[in-house]
């Protein structure tokens, strides 16, 4: 499952990887991604990046920045309920997330992935690599093992990077009900 040469460290909510080849940069190498679940007390963490997210990358993620922005620790604090909120970190810095919602989906999905976003200043650093990374060395015992996802029809590069990752398209496009009148993707990876 591991590339060689990375460095591997797991605890029961933690995932340190350091990808060599991914993470040069004018010959210095950059520091390990760091992986973790975030949990509700941990909502502030959510809140900017999503903000982050939404801010920088309107279209390909569903949700409205000038809704979100006034949401409260409550509101914040619902979405733990369904969802599990993956974050990635380098050198302390949150740079990257995904959500992981359990259900039965299109395609025989158990679970579905939900607004990935990476920092520009991080991307081709290894962060996407190392969030999927995490989820398939957890997918058995949280019941992650067929991972379903939409992405914009728009979007090549994540469609192509999410390839990379193993996810295969699925089906004709669909309308999204959070963005009317722009169409998505469905992919699906099994393990």
């Known amino acids: 499952m591991w590339c060689s040469g990375n460095t591997l460290t797991l605890t029961k909510l933690e995932l340190r990887v350091r990808f060599p080849s991914l993470t040069r940069h004018n010959n210095a190498v950059s520091p390990s991604v760091v992986v973790c679940e975030l949990t509700p007390d941990e909502w502030p963490r959510l809140r900017d990046l999503r903000l982050a ?37 380098i050198d302390g810095v949150d740079v990257g997330m995904i959500n992981v919602e359990n259900l039965k989906g299109d395609f025989g999905a158990t679970c579905w992935l939900g607004g990935l976003w990476l920092n520009p200043k991080y991307r081709g650093q290894g962060v996407a690599r190392a969030l999927f ?59």
Not at 71 to 81: D, N, V
Not at 167 to 183: D, H, I, L, N, T
């Open 53 to 89: 997210a939404l801010a920088e990358s309107p279209e390909n993620l569903s949700g409205n920045l000038n809704e979100e922005k006034n949401f409260t620790e409550e509101q914040w604090r619902e979405g733990f309920k369904k969802l599990t909120c993956l974050v990635a970190s």
């Open 133 to 191: 990374d995490y989820m398939d060395s957890v997918a058995k015992e949280k019941d992650w093992l067929v991972q379903g996802l939409g992405v914009m029809e728009t979007n090549s590069k994540a469609i192509a990077a999410f390839e990379k990752f193993g996810f295969v398209q699925m089906g004709e496009p669909q309308e999204s009900r959070g963005k009317p009148g722009y169409f998505y993707y469905r992919m699906i990876k099994a393990l």
